[in-house]
């Protein structure tokens, strides 16, 4: 059986964010994809240090010094068979705990072990205020991901105004991914 992980940020368990979350998980479980869910804002993330010269073990052993619940994490992420990335919009940008998390994968992962690379992975970014900076926030995972690698199948944009019917379509959104998880990209 394939393992998706979801990897989600907003301090919200019923939020929009949630809501999104739980509907893309429902289309994978639908289609037999075991799921792997990380609430990031319920975990223990400090940010990086930059230790010594900007570079720590992170860049030659892709490992972080600071304990905390960064490692177990990425252990999960680099067993897993996909990855969906969902975060509220803050300020046109992934919220600081994704962003705490996100810049000390990058830094592990993104020069000496590239364990994530080629990973199929699917952005979602909600934006329950103006929607603003929806965009922005997807750009920015965007280049997260390309530093790492990783093979993005879809960028999902849910704003408070689409979200009737975002939402259903997150559900198909994620039968979609399950097929490309067992698959591969058609
Ligand atoms: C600090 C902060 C910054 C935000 N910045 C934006 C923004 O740039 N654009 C936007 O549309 N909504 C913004 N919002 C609204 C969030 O996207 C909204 O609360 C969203 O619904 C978060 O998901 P949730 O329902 O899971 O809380 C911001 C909210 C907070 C708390």
Request: with cysteine; glycine share 16%; aromatic share 4%.
């Given at each position: 059986m394939k393992n998706v992980t979801v990897i989600w940020s907003s301090p919200n368990t019923d939020g929009l964010t949630a809501s999104a979350k739980n509907m893309f998980v429902s289309g994978l479980t639908e289609k037999g994809i075991e799921v792997t869910d990380i609430h990031l804002n319920a975990k223990h993330i400090e940010m990086c240090k930059a230790c010594g010269d900007g570079w720590g073990?992170?860049?030659?052993?892709?490992?972080?010094?600071?304990?905390?619940d960064f490692a177990e994490i990425f252990e999960t992420l680099k067993k897993t068979d996909g990855i969906v990335w969902v975060t509220a919009v803050y300020w046109q940008d992934t919220t600081e705990c994704f962003k705490a998390f996100f810049d000390r994968l990058r830094r592990c992962?993104?020069?000496?072990?590239?364990?994530?690379?080629d990973k199929k992975c699917v952005l979602i970014a909600c934006a329950?205020?103006?929607?603003?900076g929806t965009v922005e926030c997807m750009a920015q995972m965007e280049r997260g991901m390309n530093h790492l690698g990783m093979r993005t199948f879809d960028r999902i944009p849910v704003v408070r105004y689409n979200k009737d019917y975002m939402l259903p379509a997150l559900q198909s959104a994620g039968k979609s991914f399950a097929d490309c998880v067992e698959n591969g990209f058609k």
């Open positions: 073990t992170c860049r030659n052993e892709g490992t972080c010094v600071i304990q905390d992962d993104a020069f000496s072990n590239r364990t994530l690379a329950g205020g103006s929607g603003r």
